[in-house]
């Protein structure tokens, strides 16, 4: 006979041979009556009732105590062999889509023998070991005796307290007794005991799915993918559960682990490359829709011509572009094919995104804005062509539509940062800089525009008088573009004003350095070493600043003041010294 457990239809089933333990239990059978030992006292020497000759009668309590000490030992000593065999026979997971078959369809003898005895001592109000629970509840639920199941874990956990694994093979009882609700409740409680129990938050969504919570359940296999990331029948799954609940990230991260496991398989490679062509990710998409060219449907190879061109590859895109017209022009070039494309009522989005993108690529700004507002609708819900529209907007000064437009594209995506530094640039045309900043900061995750987004954001500082902030941005920007005075004197000065001198002499340097003709930095240069006490240094700077400028008032007014500074000094180390000598003098001290 064979015995199999509950199959949750959705997940392809494991099925799991359970080999029998090796050899019988050699040391006793419990189904043997145990004989009664000898007295040593003749019948007839004892009286009825009376106890052995030099012991006194016990009392109740003494009695209650001896039996309950013997039947301890007796249960620890059943649950020492009950785990000893069962842990030979029990090395598997019991999922909720797990099939095991039993040998002959009965259990091993000795965990036939003990489980009910362990179950007796439960019911009399002895406390089992998690473990032992455990191993009984799971063959209860191997046996299909799934109510058994339940009240046994009630009652363990009544007697012993709170334990993960118990409240799942609870939970587990009860949803193959179509409890789903309660099922629910308990597999969500083992999941908050032990958030890395890959079993209990697998069970945990398939309940969801099964109370109609189809988005919590994505969510709760997204969460749990590390657990799983080398189960391909779990992984496949959760796939659409996961694909419900929005997250784009995780469905990108399932179909990878996939094609990983499973490499020649077109239709995964085909599903992935769709995702990753959502995410931006064109390079990745456009490999795996080469790859399986001949398993493209229409709608497949218009996202692989994109691809192409957006790769530059523009001669391939052509060709693909071509083959989906019904009557093509062979002379005609890559923007003929794709308008035409467009004409003949192919509305898919990337392709007028790429229409909108090439028209924005030649400075055609106005054909662009026209293309992408007679989109209509779609440009509410394409956040690649609202972007678009957006930059148009920006360039003909249109900043509230295009700030409009930017902060209606759904966060999220592989150009988020993009749109971001947009918003933030836009803002900050439109004069509205405080709110800009936080924009801005996003925009610096994007290589192309860390320059100018930390120009900005310099601006803003300095505008708000927040020069030690100003000085590390322009400080960031110069080591960008190290050859670019004007940053270098803009981190030089905001460094003066914040009073880090030892920064603002530095940039300085690196400023007469790149400018060796410019007055103003010698002179400022100068100023900063005689605040400094080097008024050496400070007097060769204005003598410089003097000789590229003649006449220049602050440089010689900035000269006669270290020069009256350093005579000053002087004279008063000569009348010091004088002072010392007029008291060194012999007599001097007498009088």
């Known amino acids: 006979m064979e015995h199999t457990a509950f199959v949750w239809e ?27 030992p000898a007295s040593e006292v003749p019948e007839e020497m004892q009286a009825e009732g009376s106890p052995p000759a030099g012991q006194s009668v016990p009392d109740e309590s003494d009695v209650e105590n001896f039996t309950r000490g013997i039947a301890r030992w007796t249960q620890l000593e059943m649950e020492s062999t009950f785990l000893r065999e069962a842990g030979r026979v029990l090395a598997f997971p019991l999922r909720v889509n797990t099939v095991v078959r039993l040998p002959r369809g009965r259990l091993p003898r000795v965990i036939e023998m003990l489980l009910p005895r362990l179950e007796e001592f439960v019911r009399h109000g002895y406390a089992l070991r998690h473990e032992t629970a455990a191993a009984m509840l799971k063959i209860l639920l191997i046996l299909e ?22 409240r799942y093979h609870q ?13 629910r409740e308990h597999a969500a409680a083992s999941v908050q005991m032990d958030g890395t129990s890959g079993n209990a938050l697998l069970l945990l969504a398939v309940c969801q799915i099964r ?14 993918l590390p657990l799983f990331s080398a189960d391909e029948a779990v992984l496949r799954f959760a796939l659409p559960w996961i694909r419900r609940s929005g997250r784009k990230d995780a469905v990108l991260d399932v179909l990878m682990r996939i094609e990983r496991m499973a490499p020649a398989e077109a239709g995964v490679s085909l599903m992935l490359a769709d995702a ?67 004409d003949a009522g192919s509305r898919d989005p990337g392709l007028m995104r790429l229409i909108a993108a090439r028209l924005w690529a030649r400075g ?21 062509l609202a972007f678009i529209a957006a930059q148009c907007y920006t360039q003909r000064g249109g900043y509230e539509q295009a700030i409009s437009l930017l902060e209606r594209i759904p966060p999220g995506g592989g150009r988020e940062d993009e749109r971001q530094y947009l918003l933030g640039y836009t803002l900050f045309l439109a004069g ?53 005075a004007g940053v270098v004197a803009r981190a030089a000065w905001s460094s003066m004003r914040a009073g880090m001198t030892a920064l603002a002499i530095e940039g300085f340097r690196e400023l007469v350095r790149l400018l060796p003709e410019c007055p103003e930095g010698w002179n400022n240069l100068g100023v ?25 008032h602050e440089a010689g007014k900035n000269l006669a003041l270290v020069y009256d500074r350093v005579l000053r000094s002087r004279s008063a180390e000569y009348l010091e010294r004088c002072a010392e000598d007029e008291l060194s003098a012999p007599g001097r001290a007498d009088g």
């Open 364 to 384: 055609q700004i106005d054909d662009c804005l026209n293309f992408c507002t007679r989109a209509g609708s779609r440009i509410e819900t394409d956040s690649g």
């Open 145 to 166: 005796q799934h109510e058994r199941a339940r009240i046994l874990a009630g009652r363990v956990t009544a007697l012993s307290g709170q334990h993960p694994d118990i």
């Open 276 to 342: 990753l062509y959502e995410r931006d990710r064109t390079e990745d998409a456009c490999e795996r829709y080469g790859r399986h060219q001949e398993r493209l449907d229409r709608a497949a190879r218009c996202r692989y011509g994109i691809c192409l061109a957006d790769l530059g590859r523009e001669d391939e895109a052509l060709r693909v572009f071509s083959s989906l017209l019904a009557v093509g022009d062979g002379r005609a070039g890559l923007d003929a094919v794709l308008q035409n494309l467009h």
């Open 171 to 183: 939970a587990l009882a009860l949803f193959r007794l179509c409890r789903f609700d309660e099922a």
């Open 211 to 224: 109370t109609g919570e189809t988005a919590a359940a994505g969510e709760t296999l997204a969460d749990a």
């Open 10 to 36: 959705a997940i392809p089933c494991q099925p799991l041979e359970w080999e029998p333990a090796a050899g019988d239990f050699p040391c006793i059978d419990l189904d043997e009556p145990r004989p009664e």
């Open 528 to 552: 900063l070493l005689a605040r400094d006490g080097q008024y050496d240094e400070a007097a060769r700077c204005f003598k410089t600043s003097l000789r590229i400028l003649p006449g220049q």
């Open 432 to 484: 509205r800089k405080a709110e800009a900043v936080p924009c801005l900061e996003a925009g610096l995750r994007v290589p192309a525009r860390q320059a100018a987004a930390l120009k900005m954001l310099g601006e803003i500082a300095t505008e708000a008088c927040d020069h030690a902030r100003a000085a590390g941005l322009y400080r960031r920007l110069s080591r960008l573009q190290p050859d670019e």
